[in-house]
Nanobody
Framework: QVRLVESGGGLVQPGGSLRLSCADS????????MAWYRQAPGKERELVAN???????NYADFVKGRFTISRDSAKNTLFLQMNSLKPEDTAVYYC?????WGQGTQVTVSL
């Protein structure tokens, strides 16, 4: 079974940092663009950032300058480094490649 497994979410204070990871359990997605999405309560799922197999990146305006997407192809892992977190970043964060989604990891930014 093809799986993407996220980890690294949690509770953090405003201004803090978290690093999310997404493991590609069967090394299926190495040639493809991978992405992070998020979904806050009552809102639609939205793109946070994506990265091509060559390493080209694209970010939503609301995270530019704060978040960094990267991938380690040798380890089949996708990352999202999140700095200067704000309460409005609170959401479930999902890893995506093609039509495959991870189970999501909760990020909560609060005092």
């Amino acid at each position: 079974q093809v799986r993407l497994v996220e980890s690294g979410g949690g509770l953090v204070q405003p201004g803090g940092s978290l690093r999310l990871s997404c493991a590609d359990s069967r090394s299926i997605f190495r040639p493809f663009t991978m992405a992070w999405y998020r979904q806050a309560p009552g809102k639609e799922r939205e793109l946070v950032a994506n990265i091509t197999s060559e390493g080209s990146t694209n970010y939503a305006d609301f995270v530019k300058g704060r978040f960094t997407i990267s991938r380690d192809s040798a380890k089949n892992t996708l990352f999202l480094q999140m700095n200067s977190l704000k309460p409005e970043d609170t959401a479930v964060y999902y890893c995506n490649a093609l039509k495959t989604w991870g189970q999501g990891t909760q990020v909560t930014v609060s005092l």
